[in-house]
């Protein structure tokens, strides 16, 4: 009897393993509606991290929601900080536990430059850019398209995984499954604002998240090629911003010019010296410390589309920076120049030469970067051009002792963090996602984008894999954010079948 109980009980599994899809087609179909109005009603909560009192509003709605799919919650608080909403979701004879990551913050939003205010969701026929035109919600599913879009602050980065989350509960509860892991759930409030109270709050809740096995990211778009994607890292982060000076004070350009030091062109030159034609970083080792690919990640490459021809045309850029593919390049540190400032331009500039010239530069690390080192790295290269390095504005007598000086501020940042592929429980995600996803599913061992990744794969020594659901155009960031529509349908399946996986 026991060995005829097992083999029913694996048939079972692979059934239902085979059929996820169908289940999952068959709840959206009978609940669309309610999910769409869920989903805008989430949005339309302002949820800007420095605004405490709708972040706690966002805060106090899915905890509502969580509780009523059985979730046991609780709010993780730090005075003056946005909250982390904390659930669990025990799983009798569960013998490992999968967190689910999600961040509930979203960019701050300034309402004129949006087509309509970012907190008020509306509803598209399709893609602004392709001349969709903004349509009533949908009253029944067969309303729904999959090219519809909705726009609003957050649509996709990153309320979406929420709805889709808290779906997936309701297809397992309403069918009667049982989940097949405990489940955590980790909703962070800041994320959008640097995540800067996240170490803390994993330091004093370690008894909630050590018994994690892994971890799982709810963030991000899908590949460009509208094909799924598992992402194993992230890029780290860090920067600086570099000031260069001329006169003490702004000079006639009629009366100077040709005589004063102009700190736009210093500036431009010190720029144009740490990158060659071809858009490649040549200050001396740079690249030294990046980690290789593993054979396994080094096959999933290869696998992946090349896209840089339709990114051209989409972005209109005629030569992209360095030799390699797109996807190759994501995997090389990267050095960025973010803005630029000195004087005035357009009905504004003056017939002057300032007296500074300032630059942001955004640096995205790889697997093997030290922040900081890389931030010495850039240093060393401004001082063989010939620059005396301050960290506060020069006073006269500085001035007057060096020929060149730039004053360099260093940001903060973390460094990039990715996940074998050859685990055994990452191998067990990539099988469960492929029935969702087919074989067509991407490997990516980086993503180009950033998230504090590190603290849970170094810190917490634990595993780590991105769930990108959104759209690749989706706006992140932008105004006119929007979601795609097939999209947070294919978020659903996949939170319900990796909350049913095997083993």
Same mark, same amino acid.
């Given at each position: 009897?026991?060995?005829?109980?097992?083999?029913?009980?694996?048939?079972?599994?692979?059934?239902?393993?085979?059929?996820?899809?169908?289940?999952?087609?068959? /709840?959206?179909?009978?609940?669309?509606? !309610?999910?769409? !109005? %869920?989903?805008?009603?989430?949005?339309?909560?302002?949820?800007?991290?420095?605004?405490?009192?709708?972040?706690?509003?966002?805060?106090?709605?899915?905890?509502?929601?969580?509780?009523?799919?059985?979730?046991?919650?609780?709010?993780?608080?730090?005075?003056?900080?946005?909250?982390?909403?904390?659930?669990?979701?025990?799983?009798?004879?569960?013998?490992? #536990?999968?967190?689910?990551?999600?961040?509930? $913050? @979203?960019?701050?939003?300034?309402?004129?430059?949006?087509?309509?205010?970012?907190?008020?969701?509306?509803?598209?026929?399709?893609?602004?850019?392709? @001349?969709?035109?903004?349509?009533?919600?949908?009253?029944?599913?067969?309303?729904?398209?999959?090219?519809?879009?909705?726009?609003?602050?957050?649509?996709?980065?990153?309320?979406?995984?929420?709805?889709?989350?808290?779906?997936?509960?309701?297809?397992?509860?309403?069918?009667?499954?049982?989940? #097949?892991?405990?489940?955590?759930?980790?909703?962070?409030? !800041?994320?959008?604002?640097?995540?800067?109270?996240?170490?803390?709050?994993?330091? %004093?809740?370690?008894?909630?998240? *050590?018994?994690?096995?892994?971890?799982?990211?709810? $963030?991000?778009?899908? /590949?460009?090629?509208?094909?799924?994607?598992?992402?194993?890292?992230?890029?780290?982060?860090?920067?600086?911003? +570099?000031?260069?000076?001329?006169?003490?004070?702004?000079?006639?350009?009629?009366?100077?010019?040709?005589?004063?030091?102009?700190?736009?062109?210093?500036?431009?030159?010190?720029?144009?010296?740490?990158?060659?034609?071809?858009?490649?970083?040549?200050?001396? @080792?740079?690249?030294? %410390?990046?980690?290789?690919?593993? $054979?396994?990640?080094?096959?999933?490459?290869?696998?992946?589309?090349?896209?840089?021809?339709?990114?051209?045309?989409?972005?209109?850029?005629?030569?992209?920076?360095?030799?390699?593919?797109?996807?190759?390049?994501?995997?090389?540190?990267?050095?960025t120049i973010k803005g630029l400032s000195s004087g005035n331009t357009g009905k504004l500039a003056r017939n002057v030469v300032p007296a500074t010239a300032t630059g942001s530069i955004g640096m995205r690390l790889?697997?093997?970067?030290?922040?900081?080192? !890389?931030?010495?790295?850039?240093?060393?290269?401004?001082?063989?051009?010939?620059?005396?390095?301050?960290?506060?504005?020069?006073?006269?007598?500085?001035?007057?002792?060096?020929?060149k000086i730039a004053k360099v501020t260093r940001e903060s940042g973390y460094p990039a963090a990715r996940t074998s592929m050859d685990l055994p429980i990452t191998q067990d995600v990539i099988a469960r996602t492929? *029935? +969702?996803?087919?074989?067509?599913? +991407?490997?990516?061992?980086?993503?180009? @984008?950033?998230?504090?990744?590190?603290?849970?794969? *170094?810190?917490?020594?634990?595993?780590?894999?991105?769930?990108?659901?959104?759209?690749?155009?989706?706006?992140? /960031?932008?105004?006119?954010?929007?979601?795609?529509?097939?999209?947070?349908?294919?978020?659903?399946?996949?939170?319900?079948?990796?909350?049913?996986? *095997?083993?």
């Open positions: 009897m026991r060995i005829i109980f097992a083999l029913f009980s694996l048939l079972s599994f692979t059934v239902f393993s085979q059929d996820i899809n169908q289940l999952a087609e068959k /709840h959206i179909q009978e609940n669309s509606i !309610q999910i769409l !109005q %869920d989903f805008k009603t989430l949005l339309s909560i302002p949820n800007v991290a420095f605004d405490l009192p709708n972040i706690n509003k966002n805060a106090d709605h899915i905890i509502a929601e969580l509780n009523k799919r059985g979730v046991e919650t609780k709010l993780l608080r730090m005075v003056g900080t946005p909250p982390i909403i904390y659930g669990y979701y025990p799983v009798k004879g569960a013998k490992r #536990t999968l967190a689910f990551y999600v961040h509930y $913050d @979203g960019q701050p939003a300034d309402k004129t430059n949006w087509t309509h205010d970012p907190w008020e969701p509306t509803y598209y026929s399709k893609a602004m850019s392709q @001349g969709g035109e903004p349509i009533d919600f949908p009253t029944n599913h067969s309303q729904i398209a999959e090219e519809h879009r909705i726009y609003a602050r957050s649509a996709g980065d990153d309320k979406a995984p929420v709805i889709t989350i808290l779906t997936a509960l309701d297809l397992i509860q309403a069918n009667k499954m049982k989940a #097949t892991s405990n489940l955590v759930f980790f909703f962070e409030g !800041q994320e959008e604002a640097g995540s800067r109270q996240l170490q803390q709050y994993l330091n %004093d809740n370690r008894a909630l998240v *050590d018994e994690i096995d892994l971890w799982l990211f709810c $963030d991000g778009p899908v /590949h460009q090629s509208r094909k799924p994607q598992l992402v194993f890292g992230v890029r780290g982060v860090t920067g600086m911003e +570099i000031t260069t000076y001329g006169p003490n004070r702004p000079l006639h350009s009629g009366h100077y010019g040709n005589w004063a030091p102009v700190p736009g062109q210093l500036l431009s030159e010190l720029i144009a010296s740490m990158k060659d034609d071809e858009g490649n970083v040549i200050i001396e @080792g740079y690249y030294d %410390d990046v980690e290789p690919l593993s $054979d396994l990640e080094k096959r999933a490459m290869s696998s992946i589309p090349l896209i840089d021809e339709g990114l051209k045309k989409e972005l209109a850029i005629n030569d992209p920076e360095g030799t390699e593919s797109y996807n190759e390049r994501l995997l090389l540190p990267s050095l790889v697997k093997g970067c030290d922040p900081e080192k !890389q931030k010495d790295l850039v240093e060393a290269h401004i001082r063989k051009q010939g620059f005396h390095i301050v960290r506060e504005d020069p006073d006269q007598e500085t001035r007057m002792k060096y020929p492929k *029935d +969702i996803a087919g074989e067509e599913l +991407i490997l990516l061992p980086t993503l180009g @984008g950033s998230l504090p990744l590190y603290l849970f794969t *170094d810190e917490l020594k634990k595993p780590a894999i991105i769930l990108p659901i959104a759209n690749h155009d989706n706006n992140q /960031h932008a105004a006119d954010e929007n979601l795609r529509i097939e999209n947070l349908w294919y978020g659903i399946k996949l939170m319900s079948a990796l909350m049913t996986m *095997d083993k």
